[in-house]
């Protein structure tokens, strides 16, 4: 019965959009309406309202809708969403203030005179205005009239010309900031979060074991990871477009004719084209370079481009009137005034102490107030020529609820989609698709690409994303990132702005196109760039460095990077790392003789022990690394044997377990209906019948299993253990071999500082010599606090402590106080004579040894990567590997 109410949730939802009915209504009415049938049924011919659901019953799944409302709005975690406003409001302001118009007569005028100047000046202007407005429509619209006419009036040809204008309008779709991507992100967080509870069950039913390791947890993303992500494949676009019209051109001369410029190329023309581009990429800069430099996060980036399109919007606005420039040069004057601050005083208010911070705080002040002031100028200026602010306002307010109310109504679907089995069907049909990974992503593309013909790219991506994300993302055979699997939906939805009949670039461009254009001429012509578009997708997949490489790269080489002993880094870090330290082994046994002929006798046996354990662990490092690269051989070659054995036993153990969960469901119903077994007779007789057959099924499928497996899959255990040792003795040893060095380093390094401290111990024998009372405890607690700057000083403070609870205690104990702190000035005494000692006989070799090996053998214990190291570890980062014969 559940698929019976699945099919009606699918076919009201269907019916409702096919007929006209909205969006923001059709999704979560069709989820009430369909959960209160199935309750009512329920009620009526089982006796119980939650029978025809999977699992749970009506209150909880609508409950579950509500939880999902509040998730859109008041987690506080989930802030992702605000930038939405943020970058509609600025790409709404740039199209008011007619930028478009101004860089398409540029760059036509730049590039016209080549062959195809026209439709590649449309890609460049199409590229730059997603960067900056990212208006699907606004931008069709604005080509549409301006470039549109001027093709074809030089001849070229009706399907390249509205082609060229419609894929170049769909650009903002996938060039950040995109609103597509910023949507995708908050759905893959979520997902992200299902998928990583997933993974852990599976590793658990496994391997047994409670914990997953790290380095296979899910990689979620973020809008600026997504904004990352889909840029290099933004460009990927641009540069299969521009490469076709020239191709075309090349071709058909005649259809793509040069256009020449009928002014000079002189300096007032290079003016104007520099106030043409300028602006636009400088903002450009301001928001992406934000993002990727780390300074802002996506929010912030968002109010940075909301704030500078309205400052281009002033003097745009106000063009060609007295003072047009003065409200930028304004703001532009204060930033390079607050740049120029940052860089020169400390501006940290809490932290002024001298008069120049005072001054440097003073003056930032000043420049901030500028910058405020250029704002409210320029936000006045748009506010009083023809009313542009209070309509960017308005149309802003409409397509941010619009996006919200959406996401609001399919998070209600989601749920009622879940409720009915709809997640599960959807697994299992997947995972019963022969090709693993690859054909389930593959059929997930391809039904997204036809659902583009029909659907708007919104409910795409909060009713179809949800479902398959999470399926997609759990399997470790592939281990894709969520970034890639983002972008990936991201450059195929954009498709759906093509493809007839409900393309809505076709619209637009219909919409303002001649009327000796025809339709099928837009339609002819769009379907070359949708198939660059599926080509783009494929270069995608096949290369996912394109994706990946650059969020990686933000974030390891970031001032929050993550140490290098983050457990996710440790294969990308040896597989560069190791090489070296093998090629420069005889200098590092060199270094290591060069110490262990230094004499160290005047350190006491514990300290020389432990000079001599890391000398040792640092020897042995080289024999290790080989240790391990043997043991990874021999696990590579048992893999080769084993994968399709593994692969195909997890396989049927997978569908033996939806088998055991069918068995367990139907037997929980079966009982509930023998209550009254003579009504519901029918329905037994059915139910028996079911699980008789999934009995007989699961039979099968165990019978399926080769009797080798066991003892296979134990002697693969083996293997792959014995590697993870080796691979954890080289780690602990190269840990140890030079973790003791710094704190020995700063250990001898306070030998002076501790004899400085022997009278304040005096001080505190001779109070305990006169009798300290209870207020005296403080003046002990004061020297314990000097000695907190000492290092490997702890036994001093410990004994000075128990001097101090002994004397200044309810029952004071003189004499053991003043055994204590006797005790203390003998290891102060001790501790800082051989500390000065070691200082000039045994630390300058140690230290030349500690920086020989900081950036290899050290390397796990320092906190931050080199920027080389940092760089490598981003581009193995961004190839997926599989990790699925640890599951």
């Not at 993002?291 to 996506?298: L, M, Q």
Request: glycine share 8%; hydrophobic share 50%.
């Amino acid at each position: 019965m559940e698929l019976l109410f699945l099919g009606i949730l699918i076919l009201l939802m269907a019916g409702a959009l096919a007929s006209g009915f909205p969006v923001a209504f059709a999704l979560p009415g069709s989820a009430i309406l369909t959960i209160g049938l199935a309750a009512i049924c329920g009620s009526i011919f089982a006796g119980e309202s939650h029978a025809f659901f999977a699992h749970d019953g009506p209150l909880q799944w609508l409950s579950a809708g509500v939880t999902n409302f509040r998730g859109v709005y008041w987690e506080t975690e989930r802030d992702t969403l605000i930038a939405i406003p943020l970058f509609v409001f600025m790409g709404i302001m740039l199209q008011r203030s007619k930028i478009a118009e101004d860089l398409l007569v540029s760059m036509a005028q730049l590039f016209g005179p080549i062959r195809g100047g026209l439709g590649i000046s449309v890609v460049f202007v199409g590229a730059l205005l997603a960067a900056t407005t990212g208006i699907l429509g606004a931008t069709v619209v604005a080509m549409g009239l301006i470039s549109l006419p001027a093709m074809l009036r030089n001849n070229y040809s009706q399907s390249l010309a509205t082609g060229t204008i419609c894929a170049s309008g769909t650009l903002g779709q996938i060039i950040p900031p995109s609103i597509v991507l910023i949507i995708l992100a908050d759905q893959l967080a979520s997902a992200a979060d299902q998928a990583g509870a997933t993974r852990k069950a599976e590793f658990k039913e496994a391997t047994g074991s409670f914990t997953m390791p790290s380095e296979f947890d899910i990689v979620s993303t973020s809008a600026g990871d997504m904004f990352l992500g889909a840029f290099l494949p933004g460009l990927v676009l641009v540069g299969l477009y521009m490469l076709y019209i020239l191709v075309f051109a090349f071709l058909k001369p005649s259809s793509a004719p040069a256009v020449p410029y009928d002014g000079e190329y002189d300096r007032r023309f290079a003016l104007r084209v520099l106030l043409a581009l300028v602006p636009p990429l400088a903002l450009i800069f301001l928001v992406l370079g934000s993002i990727i430099a780390g300074i802002a996060t996506v929010n912030q980036a968002g109010a940075i481009g909301a704030a500078g399109a309205m400052v281009m919007a002033g003097y745009r606005l106000h063009e060609g009137k007295k003072g047009a420039f003065y409200p930028a040069l304004l703001c532009v004057a204060a930033l390079v005034a607050v740049f120029f601050l940052i860089s020169n005083f400390n501006l940290n208010i809490k932290s002024v102490n001298t008069q120049r911070d005072a001054i440097g705080v003073g003056l930032a002040l000043l420049a901030v107030a500028g910058l405020m002031g250029g704002l409210v100028w320029s936000g006045w200026r748009t506010f009083k020529t023809d009313n542009t602010l209070v309509g960017v306002m308005v149309e802003t307010a409409k397509t941010t609820s619009l996006v919200f109310i959406i996401l609001l109504g399919a998070a209600m679907l989601t749920a009622a989609f879940r409720a009915f089995g709809g997640e599960e069907i959807v697994k299992d049909f997947l995972g019963s698709l022969p090709g693993g990974f690859w054909a389930q992503f593959i059929v997930v593309m391809a039904v997204i690409f036809l659902l583009g013909f029909f659907l708007d790219f919104i409910e795409i991506a909060v009713v179809v994303v949800p479902i398959v994300a999470p399926i997609l993302l759990a399997d470790p055979t592939a281990n894709i990132t969520a970034v890639w699997l983002g972008v990936m939906i991201g450059v195929n939805i954009q498709t759906s702005f093509l493809t007839p009949p409900f393309g809505f670039a076709l619209f637009y461009l219909r919409g303002v196109a001649p009327s000796y254009v025809k339709t099928i001429e837009i339609y002819r012509g769009v379907v070359v760039f949708i198939i660059l578009q599926l080509i783009g997708l494929g270069i995608v997949g096949s290369f996912p460095a394109l994706v990946n490489y650059l969020p990686n790269r933000a974030s390891l080489t970031s001032e929050t990077a993550p140490p290098p002993l983050n457990p996710k880094l440790q294969i990308c870090i040896e597989e560069y790392l190791l090489p070296q330290i093998l090629e420069g082994e005889s200098a590092l046994l060199a270094e290591v003789e060069k110490v262990r002929s230094v004499d160290l006798s005047a350190l006491p046996k514990k300290v020389q022990g432990t000079v001599n354990k890391a000398l040792d662990n640092a020897a042995a490092t080289p024999d290790r690394i080989r240790a391990m690269a043997a043991a990874n051989e021999k696990q590579a070659a048992a893999e080769e044997a084993y994968k399709p054995l593994h692969y195909k036993v997890r396989l049927l153990q997978r569908d033996i377990r939806r088998l055991e969960v069918q068995i367990k469901t139907n037997s929980t119903i079966l009982n509930r209906l023998k209550r009254d077994a003579e009504t519901n007779a029918v329905a037994i007789a059915d139910l028996e019948e079911k699980l008789l057959t999934a009995e007989e099924e699961k039979a099968i499928l165990e019978s399926e299993i080769p009797e080798t497996w066991d003892a296979e899959h134990k002697a693969f255990v083996v293997v792959q253990k014995e590697a993870t040792k080796v691979v954890a003795q080289y780690r602990r040893g190269v840990d140890e071999a030079y973790k003791p060095l710094p704190e020995l380093i700063m250990t001898f390094q306070s030998g002076e500082a501790l004899a400085a401290l022997r009278g304040e111990v005096e001080k505190l024998r001779d109070l305990i010599a006169k009798g300290a009372t209870k207020e005296d405890s403080e003046t002990f607690k004061e020297v314990e606090r000097q000695f907190n700057d000492i290092a490997q000083s702890s036994n001093i403070r410990t004994a000075i402590s128990k001097a101090r609870r002994d004397a200044t205690g309810k029952k004071p104990k003189p004499e053991k106080a003043m055994a204590n702190i006797e005790k203390a000035l003998k290891l102060v005494e001790d501790e800082s004579t051989w500390r000065i000692a070691a200082t000039t006989s045994v630390m300058p070799a140690l230290q030349a040894y500690e920086a020989a090996i900081k950036d290899t053998i050290g390397l796990r214990q320092q906190q931050r990567m080199p920027h080389d190291l940092a760089v490598h570890v981003a581009g193995c980062k961004s190839e997926h590997r599989d990790i699925s014969l640890y599951f």
